[in-house]
């Protein structure tokens, strides 16, 4: 009796994955630290000053972790209900929120109650903010307005009541001292100098705006809402330079890195997106398990911190860069030592012994050698293989067809593995490298199961998507069919004025030289 043959599997090339600069870069960090907080984290902020310490705001109360820490080492609770945006000033002394009661209150770093308390907005604040004098704070409510308060007397400044809805995001510039932004619920975005009444800039995201980010210079401004991050020069009144929809949901949070030249977001998709600033094209991506609400780096790109809406906190730390200085590489052996004897062919006189391989059989393959088409099919249709390697799904079809039994193996299926097969049929069908196998069984399903069309809403929903998959297919085809028959047209026509161009050449050098034999 023969020895049975495994089920041949088609390989095709795969491609690999670009590795770039970026790549490694943002690779190099280690496996994150994951820290349970008391709610959905809304604000993260890193203190300028060493040692780098982050506040993380996240229900009714902030806590202060350490860079390496995974339990706060300070905490700030004496908030009557929720906390917002939990924000450092530039030297990191101290620490200004808003709160759902509407009051903002100011922590010195070092201690506990709170320094001042700043009265005036009637709903929640969820934007507080320094400005770069240090002396002065900005704020933003759920009242439609932006304030600005003054730090040693504790009063406000000035108000301003010009958005239509919530306002949600803000920042300052470093540049200039009196100039900060606010982004809206009500689509826009507006820049305020304190020395005027009004706004002197207002720009239309077009979405929610959920984030605004000023570049370092102050010329450039990045905003986020929706599933858009649009970027405009402030210089030039405003213009937009660029819009980017990279992500699937809507983009909550943004930050810089140290040097300025990575813009990162993160988004409701459980996505952190890094683009570089000078092309404005994504560089890497980081997945997280859930929705991201807040995101920050520290100012030398060393931790990476995301807050969830779960109230998980996700803290990636670099790994320390490798010194090869001082050790000493082991010597390692040379390439002939590997190969040597590979290519050695045996003499005549030569006795060779062949150890036995023991050839190991897959599920699939042990099915088939004992004649159980139908559980064999059953399991290639396992999830992990239908959608890691349907090749190997297509293969086992192909040997049932070869053999005679696909039909048999494809009959007497009830709703579940009906729905399981025209699920992944629908899907694979339009590959090129499936489309002659996939058809056949496509067919025999169809034949198979066309009594029982109507008696089950699963069934014809999954039958109507293969028709749609294989129409869609069709129309390609045809679209391609006359392309390529205009680009065949266009051949042709060239071919022909090259032909004509070399016949006129001829026939001018003939008569040329014709004319100068007779002028001898």
Sequence with gaps: MAAYKPVVVQACPKLGERITQDTLYWRGYKTPVQIKEFGAVNKIDFSPVPPYNYAVTASSRIHIYGRYSQEPIKTFSRFRDAAYCGTYRDDGRLLAAGSEDGSISLFDVSGKAPLRQFEGHTKPVHLVGFLSDKYRIFSGSDDYSSKLWDIPSATEIISY??????????????????????GSYDHTVKLFDARTKSSVMTIEHGHPVESVLLFPSGGLLVSAGGRYVKVWDVLKGGQLLVSLKNHHKTVTCLCLNSSGQRLLSGSLDRHVKIYSTTSYKV???????????????????????VGMTNGVLNVKHRKPEEKNENSQKKRQPAYRTYVKGRS????????????????????????????????????????????????????????????????????????????????FVARRVIEPRFTPVL????????????PVVGQSAIVDKQFLKLQQAIGKEIDYQEELLEVLGMMDTLFATFTKKRDTCLEENKSNGVTEIIETNRNY
Excluded: W
């Design 283 to 305: 560089v890497h991506s980081f997945n997280y398990a859930t929705s991201i609400l807040s995101l920050a780096l520290s100012p030398e790109d060393e931790t990476i911190v």
């Design 161 to 182: 009541s010009e958005h239509t809805d919530y306002v949600r995001c803000g920042c300052a510039s470093k540049v200039n001292a009196d100039v900060f932004i606010t």
């Design 439 to 450: 058809v056949i069984v496509a067919d025999m399903i169809t034949d198979i199961y066309q």
């Design 344 to 423: 050695y062919m045996p003499k005549q006189e030569d006795f060779c012994v062949s150890k036995p391989v023991k050839r190991v059989l897959r599920k699939y393959d042990k099915l088939l050698r004992s004649f159980q088409s139908s559980k064999a099919l059953d399991a290639v249709l396992e999830p992990p293989i239908m959608l890691h390697t349907p090749e190997v799904t297509v293969a086992v079809m192909q040997e049932l067809h070869r053999r005679g039994t696909l039909r048999s193996a494809l009959a007497g299926r009830d709703e579940k593995q009906v729905n399981l097969l025209l699920t």
